[in-house]
């Protein structure tokens, strides 16, 4: 199947040729005829399966048929973070390239005053976060009586984050005729309540149960005393040589703390998290990115939607509380069919947390040691791996192992099917609540 046959016109096909895509995704195979067709869209696809392109290729073709009259947006893309904002903006003006579509993307954390004179000029295509949207149409520098198709991507997340009063201040402004698409990777009662008054008999699309122990990301656990995680973690980067590694760790406090230890024992380290400003976030990004820094350390809800290609490490300093985020996280690697590694490191007060992550996704992660590095407090050897079905249908089973064999590049393997959207649970949701 062909991005053609899927009824994208010559210069959409040719924008994705260029990005060396030959073949749909599962996810881009079901959500482009469906936005195509016009229908309103509710999708469970999480970050790493195509999900924007499986948005922005149909919405790009829609507007293409029609000009812009006035100045605009006529589709509204909302985001929960800033740089998800901005990658989907970068992926819009990617896509857009042989199209006469003007995007614009606002966020906040930013001075607002560019924004508003770009909003002046007329835009077709506009990817916001809320709270800013909000701020831009309180001062009447954006309009939405324009609007033609809202889409909100990683809609659980928007709702973990405190965004609902902002949707639904934005959507009582919006057009009654319009197109909405809603991309979200779990569908907890809120997600449903939210879609359900939302969505106008939608087309449901849902790729296949990703498997959290795809072969493609190996996954181990190395038992360790919390004083000598930083020790440890230096000792790995410079052993393996490793010149990426994505690390986590549960707080911006501790975030912080270890990019400090890390800079000092000559490791180039930097942090993403809620408390850094909008430059410091982009800048630490950019950096990663272009290989100037080793180590980006990053909590939960910052890493959430990065799309940093060909990620090979990604290394838990702490387990996260909620087990499902073991599976965001480690969906940072291997994606997009390559190969990964995913490393926790794990102290004796944490073995409560592996055991749930390991009854999550129904796996005993094999155990690694260190010479040096032996632990003076052991964790459980063998904790029970009882599986709870009620837990394994959630958010872990939309997981982000990919199961792509590895070294298969540019090309997603899974077959479409599997469960109908909106059955799927959000499970420890008030975990999730932590800041970023
Ligand atoms: P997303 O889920 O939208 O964050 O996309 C995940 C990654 O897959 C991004 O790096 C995209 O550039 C890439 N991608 C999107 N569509 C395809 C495709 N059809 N084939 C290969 N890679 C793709």
């Known amino acids: ?103 614009a993307v606002v966020f906040g954390g930013v001075k607002i005053n560019p924004q508003m004179m770009k909003l002046r000029k007329g835009v077709d295509v506009l990817v916001a976060t809320p709270g800013r949207l909000m701020d831009l149409y309180q001062q009447n520098a954006v309009r939405f009586n324009e609007v033609e198709i809202l889409v909100l991507d990683e809609a659980d997340r928007m709702l973990d984050m405190g965004f609902i009063r902002d949707i639904r201040k934005i959507l009582a402004l919006l057009p009654a005729k319009r197109q909405n698409l809603l991309f979200s990777a779990t569908f907890s009662s809120e997600i449903r309540t939210l879609a359900e008054g939302l969505l106008n008999n939608p087309v449901q699309v849902e790729v296949a149960a990703r498997n959290t122990a795809a072969e493609n990301i190996k996954q181990s656990v190395y038992p360790v005393d919390q004083s000598q995680k930083t020790a440890l973690l230096s000792k790995l980067v410079r052993d393996n040589s490793w010149d990426q590694v994505l690390v986590f760790t549960r707080t911006k406090h501790g975030a912080n703390r270890l990019t400090q230890k890390l800079e000092k024992d000559g490791i180039t380290a930097a942090a993403i998290h809620g408390n850094k400003s909008q430059g410091a976030r982009t800048r630490a990004l950019a950096d990663f990115k272009a290989g100037e820094v080793r180590v980006l350390v990053a909590t939960d809800i910052a890493a959430r939607g990065l799309d940093i290609k060909q990620l090979p490490q990604v290394v838990n300093f702490e387990l996260p509380n909620v087990p499902e985020d073991y599976v965001h996280r480690i969906g940072r690697t291997g994606r997009a069919g390559e190969s990964g590694h995913a490393l926790s490191l794990v102290s004796a007060d944490e073995g409560k947390m592996l055991a749930g992550i390991e009854r999550l996704i129904k796996k005993q992660l094999p155990r690694k040691s260190m010479e040096g590095f032996e632990p003076t407090n052991n964790l459980p050897l063998k904790p029970k791996a009882k599986a709870d079905p009620s837990k394994a249908r959630g958010r872990s089973s939309n997981g ?32 999730r609540r932590q800041s970023a």
Do not use: C
């Open 1 to 103: 199947m062909s991005f053609s046959s899927l009824g994208l016109s010559e210069q959409l096909v040719r924008a994705t040729t260029d990005q060396g895509y030959d073949t749909p995704s599962p996810i881009q195979l079901q959500a482009i005829p469906a936005v195509l067709s016009g229908k309103d869209v509710m999708a469970a696809a999480q970050t790493g399966t195509g999900k924007t392109a499986g948005f922005t290729l149909p919405l790009l073709q829609r507007l293409a048929e029609n000009p812009r009259t006035g100045k605009g947006p006529r589709a509204l893309i909302l985001t929960p973070t800033r740089e998800l904002a901005a990658q989907v903006h970068d992926s819009v003006n990617l896509y857009s390239r042989y199209v006469p579509t003007k995007a």
């Open 400 to 431: 982000s192992g990919n199961g792509r064999p590895a070294g298969k590049p540019r090309s997603f393997g899974a077959k479409p099917g599997g469960r109908s959207a909106g059955r799927g649970q959000s499970s420890g949701q008030q975990g």
